[in-house]
């Protein structure tokens, strides 16, 4: 799948509600795209049941997450929830450099950062079927109180105002459908001609 005489890695960003099932939709892309770096963000926020540091977040203090803002090791960041959550500039930096696709998962301001400082980056937002379908799915998930659900719709309603900012739009009615459309983008975006120029240099 990956194009061999790549130059420079992809930034892929993602972004999507709470309660689309962005996770999966990863899990299940990763699954047939193994050569794409998976971005672990810092989170000042505490590991939930089943994450592990490293894996899921690099789980750090609040002081430790300013300490990274002020020496500029951050490629982009975000206060989410009263919790900061941001990108490691070195670690993305050296995947790219080495051809490799990175793909963050990021909220809509980080999303906004990283369009501001990389314009190559491509940006996909994904979305359920419906409004009425998140709702659904907020409810069916989980032990969350309804003023919890409440809160995640409408955070999601703010969220949608920010998608005319994105390239593309993927709706996640069936997970495999979702990865499928999202690794056509991705091949599309390796045949831009600027992603394929070293190929009819000189010539
Ligand atoms: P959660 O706490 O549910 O894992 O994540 C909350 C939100 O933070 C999600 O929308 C997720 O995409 C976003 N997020 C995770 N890592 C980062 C990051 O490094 N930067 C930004 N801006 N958002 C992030």
């Known amino acids: 799948m990956k194009n061999p005489k790549k130059t420079k890695g992809q930034l892929i960003?993602?972004?999507g509600p709470s309660g689309v099932g962005k996770s999966t939709v990863i899990s299940e892309l990763l699954s047939?795209?193994?050569d794409i770096y998976f971005s672990v963000s810092f989170t000042t926020r505490g590991p939930r049941v089943g994450e592990a540091d490293g894996v899921n977040y690099f789980f750090v203090s609040r002081e430790q997450f300013?300490?990274?803002i002020e020496r500029n090791e951050?490629?982009?960041y975000a206060e989410y929830v009263h919790n900061y959550y941001g990108?490691?500039?070195r670690l993305i930096q050296e995947k790219l450099e080495q051809g490799i696709d990175v793909l963050l998962d990021i909220e809509v301001q980080g999303a906004a950062k990283?369009?501001?400082r990389c314009p190559e980056a491509v940006l996909i937002f994904i979305v359920p079927p419906s409004f009425e379908e998140l709702s659904r799915r907020l409810h069916g998930r989980a032990t969350d109180q309804e003023e919890v659900i409440q809160g995640r719709l409408e955070k999601a309603r703010e969220e949608y105002k920010e998608i005319p900012r994105y390239d593309y739009l993927v709706v996640n009615d069936k997970v495999s459908d979702a990865a499928s459309e999202i690794?056509?983008?991705l091949?599309?975006?390796d045949c831009r001609t600027r992603n394929r120029m070293h190929l009819v240099e000189g010539i």
């Open 74 to 76: 951050l490629l982009e």
């Open 87 to 89: 990108t490691s500039l």
């Open 183 to 185: 690794i056509a983008i």
């Open 187 to 189: 091949a599309a975006e």
């Open 32 to 34: 047939e795209r193994s």
């Open 66 to 68: 300013e300490g990274m």
């Open 13 to 15: 960003v993602l972004s």
């Open 114 to 116: 990283v369009r501001s």
